[in-house]
């Protein structure tokens, strides 16, 4: 028998309200399948899928599958989402690395786009991935109401209210604020490492590196094949007869 969702609140009064916000430049991007007008925007909320849940991936971690999938328009959103959710790839960066505490941190800023809200719904959804492992904490999270009622099924998650009014700074990106190792682990990978450098390393900006045909290029080149001429002689002033040396017109006479 599945222990039921323990009740947990929000930290304050103000997450009840929903805010009054003006859009701004530095708000995040909405990516849904409503407005689509071209494949290259269906590339673009794929990647920004990508983005949220993994922050960046590779070309061998994309789910070939779950895309061709979207772009038939044979599943949703949401469902794209859960995919990733339950991909060997999130589970081996995010669920064999942490804790179930750090793992529900994790998937709770990733697919609600928000910070949770205190160490009772840590607990509460930490139950569900004991009990009901992470297919089951998945459907929980994607069923919740607060998903559909923010997300739908046919809008990518995002970080909400990551510009807050009253403040010069908004909040930190999600991977910025919660790496995906959490300390212990860190620790037990050896990281932070401290490597000291014998050379100075200079940076040189993209714009300002050497083209293509560039004579800088050959320089080193140049200057290794070292001196091909003649060596100079060495003459001493002692050794030059002058009278010899001299041209001069014999005269005949006659």
């Known amino acids: 028998m599945a222990l039921p969702l323990l009740t947990y609140s929000p930290k304050s009064q ?37 983005r949220q849940m993994f ?17 038939n328009g044979q599943i949703t959103v949401r469902d794209f989402i859960r995919g990733l959710m339950l991909s060997d790839r999130f589970k081996r960066s995010f669920y064999d ?94 990281f932070p490492q401290i490597i000291w450098q014998t050379t100075v390393r200079s940076y040189v900006p993209q714009d300002k590196q050497a083209k293509a045909g560039d004579p800088a290029n050959y320089l080193s080149m140049a200057q290794g094949l070292g001196n091909l001429g003649n060596n100079p002689q060495k003459i001493s002033s002692t050794n030059i007869d002058y009278e010899k040396s001299v041209p001069y017109r014999k005269l005949s006479y006659r």
């Open 14 to 50: 103000n997450e009840r309200v929903a805010g009054y916000e003006v859009g701004g430049p530095k708000d995040y991007r909405v990516y849904t399948t409503d407005n689509l007008l071209s494949s290259s925007d269906m590339d673009a909320l794929i990647a920004a899928a990508y």
């Open 97 to 190: 690395l942490n804790s179930n505490y750090r793992f529900v941190e994790q998937c709770v800023q990733r697919v609600l786009g928000r910070d949770v809200y205190n160490e009772r719904e840590k607990i509460a959804w930490s139950i569900v991935v004991a009990t009901k492992g992470i297919k089951g904490f998945a459907d929980e999270l994607l069923n919740s109401a607060e998903y559909l009622d923010n997300f739908g099924y046919n809008t990518v998650p995002y970080q909400r209210r990551r510009v807050l009014p009253g403040r010069s700074e908004g909040e930190l990106p999600f991977n910025i604020k919660s790496p995906r190792y959490d300390e212990y682990h860190r620790a037990q990978l050896g």
């Open 55 to 71: 922050f960046h991936a590779f070309a061998a971690d994309k789910e070939r599958f779950l895309e061709s999938q979207l772009r």
